[in-house]
């Protein structure tokens, strides 16, 4: 990610009130991870899978923190099952970023199958999503979602794509 975009969803989390992130180290947010682990305005708990993470940000949020959890594009399909059985069944909100790879424009070609499968498995686990492209987008993105996240108390996903992630 570009220093901008780094900004902007930082400037996100804290203006939306996260105070706790949960991270599967990842390339693709591997300046963010590094930003958000020196920063204390939040605590930071790095994992090591997806479903992992998604436990942990369950009992973050019972404890009285407001989590967010920055997964890959690919880290949505482990996490599905954790995301079902504690935030979908227990009504735990749950702010969730992801890198949206596979979108139209991004030329890595074994990350196409994503494109095909985050959206549908959003739309099958009933998690409310939208999609970021530009960088001047993330900030009001992630406090929208995180506002609705703790009204809905459900999960809800910011996509990140196109010159968001470059």
């Not at 997806?50 to 482990?78: D, F, M, N, Y």
């Not at 999503?129 to 900030?139: C, G, P, Y």
């Not at 995180?146 to 910011?158: F, H, K, L």
Request: charge should be negative; charged fraction near 15%.
């Amino acid at each position: 990610m570009q220093s901008e975009a780094v900004e902007a969803v930082v400037d996100g989390l804290k203006r939306s009130g996260v105070d706790f992130i949960s991270l599967l180290p990842d390339s693709d947010f591997s300046t963010l991870q590094a930003q958000v682990s020196k920063d204390s305005d939040f605590e930071y708990v790095p994992v090591s899978t997806e479903s992992v993470g998604v436990g942990v940000c369950a009992g973050a949020w019972l404890a009285g923190k407001r989590p967010a959890l920055l997964i890959p594009t690919s880290g949505l399909l482990v996490a599905s099952w954790p995301l079902t059985s504690l935030n979908l069944a227990w009504d735990l909100p749950l702010l969730l970023l992801i890198p949206f790879r596979g979108d139209i424009g991004d030329a890595f070609w074994l990350m196409g199958p994503y494109k095909d499968t985050t959206e549908p498995l959003l739309d099958v686990l009933h998690i409310h999503h939208t999609v970021v492209s530009k960088i001047s987008e993330i900030t009001p993105a992630i406090i929208d979602a995180q506002g609705s996240t703790i009204s809905w108390q459900r999960p809800v996903a910011v996509l990140m794509t196109g010159e968001t992630i470059k």
